[in-house]
C-alpha cells in the first residue's frame, strides 16, 4: 500500500494523487504492451519514464498551487521529476544515450517555454530543496528516495534530443517520449491508451458472407487478394475505379492499427459513414473515428440524423471525439494534416510520430494533392517507415515521378503491376479533344434531356457558363446548377446533396446540367452520361473522366467526354491555379498520343507515366516545389517551431473563412443568439452532464455560424482590408465579414467598388 501525506497529481476530472496517477500509467503501459508486443521500444526505460514523470509535483510551489493558491517562480515539474532519477545506478544497466532519451523525455514530457541551460542551478537548487519533502513520499513501485541531484549537462543541456545525437537515438527519444506522452494523456483522462483491432478481418468476411447470400459468386478481386497476401509490405498499387480500393485498403490493415486517409472531406465522410453502417457496424466509439477539422460537428450532425444515426453505447460526443483526437482507436479515418504535420518536427511532435510507427497507413488518390502536400507524405512516410510503420498508396492515377522521389528518400515498397477490368467491351469513355475554349453554346448542344457534368478550372468561368446557359439558352434554373468553392457551407452541403442525387447510380431518368469546378474530381460518387472540360492537365482529366460512365461501359456511338483545350489560347487558370509547364504538356501528348475515340484504363495509365515522369517534370514549377519542399523540411531544426506555426504551415493557410456581408445581415439574429451561447461560462457547481450539455451547445452554435462561412484564398481580401470587417464574438476572437456580393445559385462575386483593378485578376482565378 501507498502511505504518508497526500501529494497531488491532478484535480480533474477528479482529485488523484500522484502514486494513483502512476498507477494509471502503468496499467496503460502494460495494455499498449499487450497490444502492440513488437513495437520496438525500449519497454523498460518507458517504464522508468512513466514512474518518475511525475515525481517533480513533490514540489511546495505545486503542492500550493493546485490546493488553490497562487506562487511565483514555480518551475515545470518535469525539470524537477529528474533529479529523482540515480543516475549513477542507472549508468550500471543504461549507456550515456539512452540515459540521456531517459532524463529529456522526462523533462520535456510537457510543452514549456523554460529555457534550461538559463536556469540549471535554479533548477538544482530547487531539487535540493525536495529532499525534506520525499521524507514523506512511499510508492510501493518504486524503492525509498532519499537523495536528489540535477543530472550533469551531459544529460540535459536545452537542446533536447535530435539528429545531431545520432538517427537511432532521435528515433528512440521519439518512441519514449511520444509513447510516454500518449500514456499520460490517456491515463489523465481515465481512458485506455489504445483500443484493440480485433474485429476488422472478421467485419469484412462477415461482410463478404452477405455479399454472398445476395450473389453465390462474390468474392474478393485481384486486387483485394493481393492487398491481403501481401499485409507485412509497403506498396503502391494503381487500379482503375471501380475496383473496391476502400475495401482493398481495409483488408491490407487487417486487425492492425489503421488510419486512412483522402484529401477531401466530403469523401471521408461518406467513407466513414460507408464503415460503420456495413462493415464494423458495432462498438463505434471504441473501433472507428473520423479525424478532420470539421469532425465533430459532422458527430452532432449524425446524432440528431435519423438517416445517418450515430449511436454511441455509454459514452457522449466529447469523449468519443476525444479518444479519437488522442489517436487511441484503431481504425481512424483522416486527412493527412491531422496525422502528418509531425513532418515539421515542432515542439511536441513526438506522440504522433511514435503512433505511427505501429500503424498501417492507407493513403488514398495521392495525386489529388499539392507540391507541398505531395512532400510532407514522401517526408514522413520516410520517418514512418525507418521505425517499423507501414503504407499502402492506393490511386487510379499515378504520376512515375513520385516512385523516383520516394527512392531518394531510400523507401522501399511494392509495386505490381496496374489492376484493370481487361475487357475491352467494359471501356468506358469516348473522347474527343475539341482545339476550342469551354463555351455555353457547345454545352447547349450536347444536353438532350440527358445528365451533363461540366467541368471548369476556375470559378469565375463556372459562373460566367451557368449565367449565359440561363439567360441566352432558354434553360431554367431547375435545369441548370452551379457548384463550386465559394458557396457557404450550408448551401454547399444542399449542392452535394443534390447533385449527388442526379449522378446516383440508382436515378436512371434524371436530367439536368451541373457545372462545376476540380471539386468533383476525387470528392462524389456521381456518374453523368456525358463530360465537358476544359483541360487542366491529365491527371486532372482522368480524374474528372471518373464521374461520367462511372461503373459502365460505354456502348454508343461517338463520345461522352468532351476535352475543350483553349486552342490558339490557354485554358482558364493556367498559369495560376494550374503548372503552365504541366497544361502543355499534357495538350501536347492528348494530339501526338492520337486521343481521339474510346480509350482503356490501360491507356490512361500508360499516358500518365509517359507525361509524369522526372526527366520531362524536372522543369516545372510543380515539380521543383516539391523537391525545394523536401529541402526546405530537411533544413528545419528540430524543436524549432511550435504546434500552431507548424499546423499553420502544413495547411499552407493563405486562406480566410468568412461571412458574405449579405448573409450576414440576413442572418444576424440567428448569429447573435449562437454568440450569446459560445459565452456562457462553465461554472464550478455544474454537475459532468450540464457541462456535457453546454459543450455540446456550444458545439451546436459554432456549427451553426460555420453554415453561413466560406473558405476563401486570402489574395481576395484587400491590400488595406477595406472589403473585410471584423464582427467580435468574444474578446479573443472575431467573425470576418466580406464586402462582397453573394447568391445561393452564383456563389461569391466581386464588389467592383471594393476590389482596386490590379486585384480583379486574382478574382477570376479561384478554382
Known amino acids: 500500500m501507498n502511505g504518508g501525506p497526500q501529494f497531488i497529481a491532478k484535480t480533474y476530472p477528479e482529485l488523484e494523487t500522484i502514486q494513483s496517477h502512476t498507477d494509471r500509467l502503468l496499467d496503460n503501459l502494460k495494455l499498449l504492451k499487450n497490444t502492440y508486443p513488437n513495437l520496438n521500444v525500449d519497454w523498460d526505460l518507458l517504464e522508468l519514464a512513466c514512474l518518475f514523470h511525475d515525481l517533480g509535483k513533490i514540489n511546495k510551489k505545486f503542492q500550493s498551487k493546485i490546493n488553490g493558491k497562487k506562487v511565483k517562480n514555480e518551475i515545470p515539474h518535469g525539470f524537477l521529476s529528474i533529479g529523482f532519477l540515480d543516475i549513477e545506478k542507472l549508468r550500471e544497466k543504461y549507456s550515456r544515450e539512452k540515459i540521456k532519451i531517459l532524463v529529456n523525455a522526462i523533462a520535456y514530457h510537457h510543452e514549456r517555454d523554460f529555457p534550461i541551460s538559463e536556469y540549471y542551478s535554479a533548477v538544482a537548487e530547487e531539487i535540493t530543496i525536495m529532499v525534506e519533502d520525499i521524507k514523506f513520499f512511499c510508492y510501493d513501485k518504486l524503492p525509498k528516495i532519499e537523495k536528489l541531484k540535477m543530472p550533469s549537462l551531459r544529460y540535459i543541456n536545452g537542446n533536447r534530443v535530435t539528429e545531431r545525437d545520432g538517427e ?122 473520423l479525424l478532420h477539422s470539421d469532425a465533430f460537428s459532422e458527430f452532432i450532425k449524425r446524432a440528431d440524423s435519423e438517416e445517418e444515426k450515430l449511436e454511441l453505447e455509454e459514452i457522449g460526443l466529447s469523449k468519443y471525439h476525444n479518444r479519437i483526437r488522442q489517436l487511441t482507436m484503431p481504425l481512424t479515418i483522416c486527412t493527412i494534416d491531422q496525422i502528418f504535420d509531425f513532418v515539421y518536427r515542432y515542439r511536441g511532435f513526438e506522440p504522433k510520430l511514435a503512433t505511427l510507427a505501429y500503424s498501417k497507413i492507407v493513403i488514398d488518390e495521392i495525386q489529388m494533392y499539392s507540391p ?48 484493370l477490368n481487361d475487357d475491352e467491351s467494359a471501356i468506358r469513355h469516348s473522347v474527343q479533344v475539341i482545339d476550342e475554349m469551354i463555351n455555353a453554346e457547345f454545352i447547349a448542344k450536347k444536353y438532350h434531356n440527358n445528365k451533363v457534368l461540366v467541368v471548369c478550372n476556375t470559378v469565375k468561368k463556372a459562373q460566367e457558363l451557368y449565367l449565359e446557359l440561363i439567360e441566352n439558352f432558354e434553360l431554367s434554373k431547375e435545369e441548370v446548377n452551379l457548384f463550386h468553392s465559394t458557396f457557404i457551407q450550408k448551401d454547399r452541403r444542399e449542392k452535394e446533396a443534390a447533385i449527388i442525387k442526379l449522378g446516383g447510380k440508382d436515378n436512371k431518368g434524371g436530367h439536368g446540367i451541373w457545372i462545376c469546378t476540380q471539386v468533383v474530381e476525387a470528392s462524389l460518387d456521381i456518374d453523368f452520361d456525358i463530360l465537358i472540360t476544359e483541360l487542366s492537365d491529365l491527371n486532372g482529366l482522368f480524374q474528372r473522366m471518373g464521374r461520367c460512365y462511372r461503373n459502365r461501359p460505354f456502348d454508343g456511338d461517338g463520345y461522352n467526354c468532351y476535352v475543350l483545350n483553349g486552342g490558339e489560347q490557354k485554358c482558364t487558370g493556367v498559369g495560376y491555379v494550374i503548372d503552365t509547364y504541366i497544361f502543355n504538356l499534357s495538350k501536347i501528348a492528348l494530339k501526338e498520343m492520337g486521343v481521339d475515340g474510346r480509350i482503356s484504363e490501360k491507356r490512361k495509365i500508360e499516358m500518365i507515366e509517359e507525361v509524369f515522369t522526372t526527366d520531362k517534370l524536372r522543369d516545372s514549377k510543380y515539380y521543383r516545389d516539391i523537391v525545394d519542399t523536401l529541402d526546405y523540411i530537411k533544413c528545419l ?130 478554382f
Open 168 to 289: 537511432q537515438v532521435f528515433y528512440d527519444y521519439v518512441l519514449v517520449k511520444g509513447l510516454l506522452n500518449r500514456i499520460d494523456y490517456a491515463s489523465s483522462a481515465h481512458e485506455r491508451v489504445e483500443w484493440p483491432n480485433d474485429f476488422l478481418e472478421d467485419a469484412l468476411a462477415d461482410m463478404m458472407n452477405r455479399w454472398k447470400e445476395q450473389n453465390q459468386n462474390a468474392s474478393w478481386n485481384e486486387l483485394q487478394k493481393y492487398m491481403i497476401e501481401n499485409r507485412d509490405s509497403n506498396i503502391v498499387a494503381v487500379a482503375q475505379t471501380g475496383m473496391g480500393k476502400t475495401e482493398a485498403g481495409l483488408l491490407w490493415i487487417g486487425n492492425n492499427k489503421g488510419f486512412f486517409t483522402l484529401p477531401l472531406r466530403t469523401a471521408l465522410n461518406a467513407i466513414y459513414d460507408r464503415v460503420r453502417k456495413q462493415i464494423v457496424r458495432d462498438k463505434i466509439e471504441e473501433r472507428v473515428g
Open 372 to 419: 507541398d502536400l505531395i512532400a510532407y507524405l514522401i517526408s514522413g512516410l520516410s520517418h514512418i517507415t525507418k521505425l517499423g510503420g507501414k503504407f499502402a498508396i492506393l490511386t487510379a492515377t499515378y504520376p512515375p515521378f513520385i516512385t523516383d522521389l520516394l527512392k531518394k528518400e531510400g523507401i522501399e515498397f511494392l509495386r505490381p503491376a496496374p489492376f
Open 637 to 766: 531544426y528540430t524543436n524549432e517551431m511550435d504546434k500552431g506555426e507548424a499546423k499553420r504551415r502544413f495547411r499552407n493557410i493563405n486562406s480566410i473563412t468568412v461571412i458574405p456581408e449579405n448573409v450576414f445581415r440576413q442572418n444576424h439574429e440567428e448569429i447573435e443568439q449562437c454568440v450569446q451561447i459560445l459565452n456562457e461560462k462553465y461554472l464550478k457547481s455544474m454537475s459532468k452532464d450540464e457541462s456535457e450539455q453546454l459543450k455540446l451547445g456550444k458545439a451546436k452554435a459554432r456549427a451553426r455560424i460555420s453554415d453561413f462561412t466560406v473558405s476563401i484564398p486570402y489574395y481576395l481580401v484587400n491590400k488595406n482590408k477595406t472589403n473585410l470587417w471584423p464582427y467580435q464574438i468574444s474578446e479573443y476572437e472575431h467573425l470576418n465579414i466580406l464586402k462582397c456580393n453573394y447568391d445561393s445559385k452564383v456563389g461569391i462575386t466581386a464588389k467592383t467598388d471594393f476590389v482596386e483593378e490590379t486585384d480583379l485578376e486574382a478574382w477570376d482565378n479561384i
